[in-house]
């Protein structure tokens, strides 16, 4: 698709949906507050915005509560999984698969 054409069928998607929602300008005002009030939450986070939880307590957490960051934020981040060891030989191993196959000259074309 050239941009002519990516332009056209965004409008034609934009039309559909517009013709789908009875109450369109008051969805989209909506969607606008709800994105408004997301934003300062995340301006007020000192740390990540991405939950946090660590590995040990899992089991202990409430599944719910596991279950509500999730829907929320899309993911969680889970800690110390693996021991010190375990990951010191992940990273190494990381790190030599990223030179062996010019990772960052690669990303550099892109």
Do not use: A, H
Request: net charge positive.
């Amino acid at each position: 698709m050239n941009i002519i054409e990516i332009q056209n069928k965004i409008i034609s998607e934009k039309i559909k949906l517009k013709n789908k929602s009875k109450n369109y300008l008051s969805n989209f005002e909506n969607i606008e507050k709800y994105i408004k009030k997301e934003v300062e939450l995340i301006k007020c986070f000192e740390s990540s915005i991405i939950p946090e939880i660590e590995f040990k307590n899992i089991l202990i957490e409430n599944e719910r509560t596991i279950n509500e960051k999730v829907l929320k934020r899309g993911c969680v981040i889970i800690r110390n999984v693996f021991g010190e060891k375990k990951m010191k030989d992940l990273n190494k191993n990381l790190d030599q698969y990223v030179l062996e196959n010019n990772y960052f000259e690669d990303q550099k074309k892109k």
